[in-house]
């Protein structure tokens, strides 16, 4: 199939790059959102989000002339939807007493509706949105037909989920493979030929539910695999071992490879995607389910290993917490643990400043530090929540000039122990039983 223009609805993480990088690659494509602020942004050739690249690339995609963005779709030859799936904020589903998380697949309900009107014979639709299993099949294509017209009879259909990582979408969304699930073989082909445009790693085709499914499966191996790293870490803190040491020693097995403990799971993506499992199939699903539980619980071992550091009393004590990010070296705090980990902590009554030094403001409800030397200053403890490169880097004898604080936390075996116990702290590391 041959595609001149394109129609993006979502410009968000994942829309603005793609958007851009097919306006790039000589596509005119039409960037649509329903929030005026971000669409009037883009207008003025600002950006709205951070990712390293993106800047340039929006500005050589507007400079092309190819680019341009909008509140309503038009016709094309194609429409992408990429729109956020997050969860209900109150509503929940219920399996043998347990309660489990629900899809909002609003956003994709009115992304879809807002094409029909423009949706024409031989047309593709492709929708990138993580959604549960079955969702291009039962949930889009019926509103689809509303137009008159049957995917994968009239106009072609398929799911192709982005699989970039935060910070490297630009460089991954060209170079990794990409999986183009159609309602048809027809379908399929027809996504291949439109992402073949940019996409440089290998094109799989397969079917819609296959791909929706190879979605989900990515991230939640990831998240069981964690959880069980997590498990270790407790049993290693129990049996008196130090599990880092563990895991480095097992993992010179040729079959295992294991997955690093820490302060919990984050980010928009792993810790989300397994409950599209649970939600739609949660008799199958008690790994997922408790995969998930213990990873959330994670936060909850951290601060029982903070009591623990300062001798069982939490209330009234300073305590430094550096970094807010879901991982190293990125400015995104959603689904962050160490947030989670700092609202704990004040639960119990500590007294927490919390250092982000990507983002500074860090979140409401925080007594934020501007800079590593107002965190330190007059702190109990320092808790190291994010291997961010600037706290790996730190010189314990520095840090100890700085502040009074003689205690550390380690959640991210992110310092050796031994050079901080001789510059004067008492180290406690999570999963460090030893
Ligand atoms: N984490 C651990 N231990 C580990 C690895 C990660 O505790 O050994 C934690 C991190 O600290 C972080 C969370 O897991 O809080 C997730 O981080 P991540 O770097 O593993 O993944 P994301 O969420 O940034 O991006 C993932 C990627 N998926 C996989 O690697 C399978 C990415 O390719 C997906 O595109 C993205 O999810 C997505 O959008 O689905």
Known sequence: MNFKKICVLGLGYIGLPTASTFATHGVKVLG??????????????????????LRDTVSAALASGNFSVS?????????????PTPFHENKFGEYNGQKYKLADMRAVTSATEAIVPFLRKDNLVVLESTSPPRTTLELVAPILARSGLQAGRDFHLA???ERVLPGQILRELIENARVIGGVTPESAQAGADLYSIF??????????????????MENTYRDVNIAIANEFARLADKFGVDVWEAIQIASLHPRVKILSPGP????????????????????????????????DA????????????????IKGKRIAALGLAYKPDVDDLRESPANEVVHLLQKEGARVKAFEPFKLEGLP?????KSLDDALNDADAIVLLVRHTEFINLKPIDVAA?????????????????????????????????
């Open 199 to 216: 996409v440089k790693g290998q094109i799989v085709q397969t079917d819609a539910t296959t791909a929706e499914m190879v979605k989900l």
């Open 32 to 53: 649509v959102d329903v929030n005026k602020s971000i669409v009037e942004t883009l207008q003025r050739g600002e950006i709205h989000i951070h990712e390293p690249g």
């Open 298 to 313: 994670q936060p909850h071992f951290v601060v029982d290993l903070v009591k623990r550091a300062l001798g069982d009393v």
């Open 159 to 161: 799911y192709s989920p």
């Open 71 to 83: 509140t309503q779709p038009q016709e094309a030859d194609a429409f992408l939807i990429a729109v």
């Open 402 to 434: 700085k502040t009074k604080a003689r205690v550390i936390v380690d959640t991210v075996n992110g310092w050796n122990a031994a050079n901080w116990q001789s510059a004067g702290f008492a180290v406690t590391r999570l999963g460090a039983g030893k």
């Open 365 to 369: 409800g925080m007594d934020m530090a």
């Open 264 to 295: 919990g799971v984050g980010g928009h993506c792993i810790s989300v995607d397994p409950w599209f499992f649970v939600e739609t199939a949660p008799e199958l699903t008690p790994l997922i389910y408790n995969s998930r539980k213990v990873n």
